[in-house]
């Protein structure tokens, strides 16, 4: 019996519609939410350093950074350097755990060079209250001796002495309060450094602040990284002096100045 061919008939699959691709926009927030996930997990200092060097600027030790760390940033710092300084202490072979002296050393020295000896890195600079020169001032005036403690930036020891600070106003400079003399003197040897540029970057700020006729800057001090270690005289000093204006000019006026700060 002749078998009947059936005809099949193809169903064609029905066409799903294309789904529109939409971009999706990328705001501030949204480039900030990024960069924030993929910082996590990254120390405090990589990323105050990654924005110091955005800006192209200068992160020597000597150097201050108050205005790339964010308010709150600086207890965070101080636990990264806890965190490390333990770690320089085992590497001493030194027992943190049974030894109660030194049980928390690395905190105590975290908090010293962050909020203490180092503390011209990190805040900014203190703020200067002008005067006008309304008697039109322009004799020599003398400020100091002011103490100074400071560290090497070779060897991290202490730097402790005294700065003399003499100023030849004019009519035209502005004048500030004693006291800001000593806070800004404080806030930039407060910084790993050396003596011979500390005191430039002193005269230059005081230049800056006061625009006196003259300014000179002398530093006398004792530096621990000749008396505690190395040929350990404890008799070493350094005097340096900086002269601008009218006392590099003026051999009297820088006699004079230099006569009255050897009485002190």
């Known amino acids: 019996m002749p078998t009947k061919k059936v005809?099949?008939?193809?169903?064609?699959?029905?066409?799903?519609?294309?789904?529109?691709?939409v971009a999706k926009k990328i705001t501030p927030a949204t480039k900030v939410a990024k960069a924030t996930k993929a910082d996590e997990g990254l120390p405090l200092s990589t990323l105050i350093r990654r924005r110091i060097k955005a800006q192209n600027a200068r992160f020597h030790a000597n150097d201050n950074i108050a205005a790339f760390i964010k308010p709150g940033e600086l207890e965070?710092?101080?636990?990264?350097?806890?965190?490390k300084m333990q770690a320089v202490l085992e590497s001493l072979v030194i027992d943190t755990?049974?030894?109660?002296?030194?049980?928390?050393t690395s905190r105590r020295v975290a908090k010293m060079y962050v909020q203490e000896v180092f503390n011209g890195r990190y805040v900014e600079q203190p703020a200067l209250t002008k005067f006008p020169n309304v008697s039109r001032l322009n004799e020599l005036m003398i400020i100091g001796p002011i103490t100074v403690r400071s560290a090497c930036s070779h060897?991290?020891?202490?730097?402790?002495?005294?700065?003399?600070?003499?100023?030849?106003?004019?009519?035209?400079?502005?004048?500030?309060?004693l006291s800001k003399y000593?806070?800004?003197?404080?806030?930039v040897m407060?910084?790993?450094?050396?003596?011979?540029?500390?005191?430039?970057?002193?005269?230059?700020?005081?230049e800056k602040k006061i625009k006196p006729v003259g300014v000179a800057v002398v530093m006398d001090a004792d530096h621990f990284c000749m008396q505690w270690r190395g040929v350990k005289d404890r008799d070493s000093k350094m005097i340096n002096s900086v002269m601008r204006g009218a006392f590099l000019k003026d051999s009297n006026l820088r006699r004079e100045f230099l006569a009255l700060i050897e009485r002190k």
Request: proline fraction near 6%; charged fraction near 25%.
């Open 7 to 21: 005809a099949v008939k193809k169903s064609t699959p029905a066409k799903t519609p294309l789904k529109k691709v």
């Open 76 to 83: 965070g710092l101080m636990d990264e350097v806890a965190e």
């Open 97 to 104: 755990e049974s030894d109660h002296n030194t049980k928390n």
């Open 155 to 177: 060897h991290l020891c202490p730097i402790m002495g005294r700065i003399w600070i003499g100023v030849l106003p004019s009519k035209n400079s502005a004048l500030i309060g």
């Open 182 to 187: 000593s806070r800004l003197t404080e806030w």
């Open 190 to 206: 407060c910084r790993p450094q050396i003596q011979e540029e500390a005191v430039v970057e002193l005269a230059d700020m005081l």
